[in-house]
């Protein structure tokens, strides 16, 4: 498994959660830290959250703070996104990748948020 699998998308209202999964071999997650992504329509794809290679340090985008959490399980080379008090400007496709050295691109993941 050469790719990235991001999972977890789905439609919810307003101040709902989601938790994303992304799946990848252990080439691409073994000791590089790891990023969720997110591309809004006409938007460029922006940095949300990221995760150091031992998931003991990670950081937020301003906007997302206190709502996101990111985690990784390095055993089964899987990263989350849990999303709470989802809004509706959180609607986009979710990627994950490294934080350099990316590797190519997986589908993404669409979140769309509304009532």
């Known amino acids: 498994q050469m790719q990235l699998e991001e999972s977890g998308g789905g439609l919810v209202q307003p101040g709902g959660s989601l938790r994303l999964s992304c799946s990848g071999s252990?080439?691409?997650?073994?000791?590089?830290?790891m990023g969720w992504y997110r591309q809004a329509p006409g938007n460029q794809r922006a940095l949300v959250a990221s995760?150091?290679?031992?998931?003991?340090?990670?950081t937020y985008a301003e906007y997302v703070k206190g709502r996101f959490n990111i985690s990784r399980d390095n055993a089964n080379n899987i990263i989350y996104l849990q999303m709470n008090s989802l809004e509706p400007v959180d609607t986009a496709v979710y990627y994950c990748?490294?934080?350099?050295?990316?590797?190519?691109w997986g589908r993404g993941t669409q979140v769309t948020v509304s009532s």
């Open positions: 252990k080439r691409i997650f073994t000791g590089y830290p």
């Open positions: 990748n490294r934080l350099f050295a990316q590797q190519a």
């Open positions: 995760i150091n290679n031992r998931g003991d340090s990670v």
